[in-house]
């Protein structure tokens, strides 16, 4: 492997803990939008369900696999306006609650003295949201404009598994895939890292205790490389990796 000299971080549930925060405000929204629609849902989406089988895709590409999976009339012009409102929804519980991932502002800060390292984060979610994030925990001065999201960053919007935003992250960084380490914390967002051909650390943290073994080997299986329990544990690994071992 070449020499590492940039780190890609996924934002939620691996920079800030907000998973849990969106996926309530996207299952209220869902689940207006069915009624709307007539669509029979087996049950309401709760926040816990969404996570459990969308965690790693934005808005956009979950109402499109709900709209597969029922056969439900959904214009580009409605799907835009019902994205829209997502994150309007969503910012409006960030803003509230956000909080860092444990341990995470430490590491950023002496990276960011080191300087070893360019910074940037790779995100499915839409640019608005991403940065209202970093902004609301105080993480926006590590990053500057190297902020990039998959529903907003590209031509045409899309979402991880999807690798098309680290492709792009790459190309408007001017790295090569061998230079970069990525960190993520679902299978979508391993997937997309790993179809870009970048080195992936798996992030563990955030999801119980009960879920925990089964996501490291999720995210194992995935095409991470290590498997992150703490932001605590970071720079040890990525010394591993500089040295060979991964």
Not at 87 to 95: G, P, R, W
Request: proline share 3%; aromatic share 8%.
């Amino acid at each position: 492997m070449g020499k590492v000299n940039t780190i890609l971080f996924d934002c939620d549930n691996t920079l800030v803990l907000s998973e849990e925060l969106a996926f309530e405000g996207c299952a209220d929204l869902i689940n207006q939008i069915a009624a709307s629609k007539n669509v029979p849902l087996e049950k309401a989406f709760t926040g816990e369900s969404l996570i459990v089988e969308f965690v790693g895709q934005n808005f956009r590409g979950m109402m499109r696999s709900l709209q597969e999976r029922y056969g439900f009339p959904l214009t580009e012009e409605e799907l835009d306006t019902y994205v829209k409102k997502e994150e309007d929804v969503v910012i409006a519980k960030l803003q509230e609650k956000l909080s860092p991932c444990p341990n995470v502002d430490g590491v950023l800060e002496r990276l960011a003295a080191e300087g070893k390292y360019e910074l940037a984060v790779v995100s499915s979610s839409a640019l608005r949201r991403v940065k209202a994030s970093i902004e609301k925990v105080g993480q926006d001065k590590y990053f500057g404009d190297r902020v990039f999201s998959a529903a907003t960053s590209l031509e045409k919007p899309t979402s991880k598994p999807d690798p098309a935003i680290y492709l792009h992250a790459l190309r408007v960084l001017g790295k090569k895939a061998e230079e970069c380490v990525a960190v993520e914390d679902s299978k979508s967002g391993t997937l997309s890292a790993a179809r870009a051909g970048i080195k992936v650390i798996g992030y563990v943290g955030p999801y119980k205790a009960a879920e925990r073994l089964k996501m490291e080997k999720v995210l194992a299986q995935a095409g991470a490389s290590i498997i992150m329990d703490d932001w605590s544990q970071f720079e040890g690994y990525m010394a591993a990796i500089e040295k060979g071992d991964y």
